[in-house]
């Protein structure tokens, strides 16, 4: 059985970082491309980043520059390491693997 199970939101200022964590099993994860969405309150889930088995990534433009995707296949982990944290990215922040789903870290970013 597929799972991903996210860890590390919290409430951070403007300006500060965050690093999110994914911990996957039940697939070979190695082989897999991993993404991180996010939603807000009354606003549609949206792709902030993913990665490719082999390393590729692409960004949502509003994080280009400020966040980045990795993986350490050893560890069956996906991260998503965030700085210059601004208030409009304020979030449920979801791990995803295809049509399977983590269960979500709140990230709040305070002005």
């Known amino acids: 059985q597929v799972q991903l199970v996210e860890s590390g939101g919290g409430l951070v200022q403007a300006g500060g970082s965050l690093r999110l964590s994914c911990a996957a099993s039940?697939?070979?994860?190695?082989?897999?491309?991993m993404g991180w969405y996010r939603q807000a309150p009354g606003k549609q889930r949206e792709l902030v980043a993913v990665?490719?088995?082999?390393?590729?990534?692409n960004y949502a433009d509003s994080v280009r520059g400020r966040f980045t995707i990795f993986r350490d296949n050893a560890k069956n982990t996906v991260y998503l390491q965030m700085n210059s944290l601004k208030p409009e990215d304020t979030a449920v922040y979801y791990c995803?693997?295809?049509?399977?789903w983590g269960q979500g870290t709140q990230v709040t970013v305070s002005s």
């Open positions: 990665i490719r088995s082999g390393g590729i990534t």
């Open positions: 995803n693997k295809d049509l399977y």
């Open positions: 039940g697939f070979m994860f190695r082989i897999s491309t």
